[in-house]
T-cell receptor, first 111, second 113 residues
């Protein structure tokens, strides 16, 4: 079993839709969490950090539930440009950011 | 540019050959990471440097993989006697501090025939 698990998708949604991605992690010692975005044949880019209190950045909302070891990402009012793979990431920590990536969830937004 | 630079962008090698992949981190970044990303998977941690010291190499798949950063700047990932399962994108990332956000390079796409 992978340390960070995600539904691979793809999620095919129309423009303007709201879409939610879920992720679970198995290492309870993980210290912090992130969502990264990766476009086809490009490098991963940090989308946002994830906090227990929940955090919002424009149309994006991330949430962490430490008790359930569950992370979510909500995208509202989807745009064509949101089409990408979304990677759920746990930081195992230990003095530096040892990032453990999920396999990613593919999102395709269509007109 | 000011980002992480990796070369070559693409590398094709025959099984059994040795390859060397280069990473130029952002100037002044102390921490450097290598990741391996197989098709359809997320990046997997290979190794971590703080300056010239390799503090974690727990993710290297076998003793055929070797990484160095002799002057605490440029890093090289070497794979000896390549196998087909080594085909992947190799990503390098750097950060200003050990716990800072990581900036990724474009990666080297390695294909072993």
């Amino acid at each position: 079993r992978k340390e960070v698990e995600q539904d691979p998708g793809p999620f095919n949604v129309p423009e303007g839709a709201t879409v939610a991605f879920n992720c679970t992690y198995s290492n309870s010692a993980s210290q912090s969490f992130f969502w990264y975005r990766q476009d086809c044949r490009k490098e991963p880019k940090l989308l946002m950090s994830v906090y227990s209190s929940g955090n919002e950045d424009g149309r994006f909302t991330a949430q962490l539930n430490r008790a359930s070891q569950y992370i979510s990402l909500l995208i509202r009012d989807s745009k064509l440009s949101d089409s990408a793979t979304y990677l759920c990431v746990a930081n195992r920590g230990g003095g530096y950011n040892k990032l453990i990536f999920g396999a990613g969830t593919r999102l395709a937004v269509h007109p | 540019g000011a980002g992480v630079s990796q070369s070559p962008r693409y590398k094709v090698a025959k099984r059994g050959q040795d390859v060397a992949l280069r990473c130029d981190p952002i100037s002044g970044h102390v921490s450097l990471f290598w990741y391996q990303q197989a098709l359809g998977q997320g990046p997997e941690f290979l190794t971590y440097f703080q300056n010239e010291a390799q503090l974690d190499k727990s993710g290297l798949p076998s003793d055929r993989f070797f990484a160095e950063r002799p002057e605490g700047s440029v890093s090289t990932l070497k794979i000896q006697r390549t196998q087909q399962e080594d085909s992947a994108v190799y990503l390098c990332a750097s950060s200003l501090a050990a716990s800072g956000p990581q900036h990724f390079g474009d990666g080297t796409r390695l294909s072993i025939l």
